[in-house]
Structures are given as C-alpha cells and as structure tokens.
C-alpha cells in the first residue's frame, strides 16, 4: 500500500471556497487501477492559515506513479494555478509506504 499526501495552508476566511472546490472538482481517480480511497481532512488553523491534508490511497507505489504520468493526472491538476488566492505558500507532498496494516476483526453478524 502507498499513501501519497499533500498538505496545504488555506489563507484563513477561504476554507469553505477551498472545499467546495475540492468537493465538486472531478479527479478522475475511481477509474484508475490500484486506487483504494481519497480523504480531504481538515487540520488545525492558526492565524496565518488553516492546514488541509489531501490522502489517497493506492495499492502501490507504482499505481500512484502511473497515475502521475496519466491523462486522468493533467485533467485533474488543469485548473489548479487558477486558485492561488486560496492558499497560503505551496502545498506539501508527502508520500508513504505501508510497513504494517492492522485490520479489524470481521465477527459474524446473528
């Protein structure tokens, strides 16, 4: 599993126009293989900014890299020098490789 992170600082008073584009933007991901889910969680804020994370999860780390060099990549990223104005600083990527995954246990149900 390869989690792949970008942290982003949103110029307070702009949060709801930050998620709302995020919420009605198309990123094209269900289609592609290895994707497993997408999270767009709100941190902290301070008075410089308030901390966004965007998370997807992909079966590996060459799914997320075929995906970087995919049509499905440019069409979701086309627009986003457009909304500048939301953000402050440049966002911040990060990505992860699993070590260890702890899974609930599944009990049947009566």
């Known amino acids: 599993m390869f989690i ?8 307070p008073g702009q949060e709801a126009a930050f998620e709302t ?4 933007r198309d990123s094209h991901l269900t289609t592609l293989d ?4 997408f999270h767009l969680l ?8 308030t901390l966004y994370s965007s998370h997807t999860v992909w079966a590996s780390r060459e799914h997320f890299d075929a995906w970087t060099h ?10 986003a020098g457009d909304h500048r104005s939301l953000y402050a600083g440049h966002p ?3 990505g992860f490789e ?3 995954e702890v899974l609930p246990v599944q009990t049947a149900s009566a």
């Open 70 to 79: 995919s049509e499905a990549f440019k069409l979701a990223h086309e627009d």
């Open 4 to 11: 792949a992170m970008n942290r982003f600082r949103v110029v």
């Open 34 to 37: 290895g994707f497993r889910a």
């Open 98 to 100: 699993s070590v260890q």
């Open 21 to 24: 584009l995020w919420k009605s």
């Open 92 to 94: 911040k990527f990060e």
């Open 42 to 49: 709100r941190g902290p804020s301070s008075d410089d900014y």
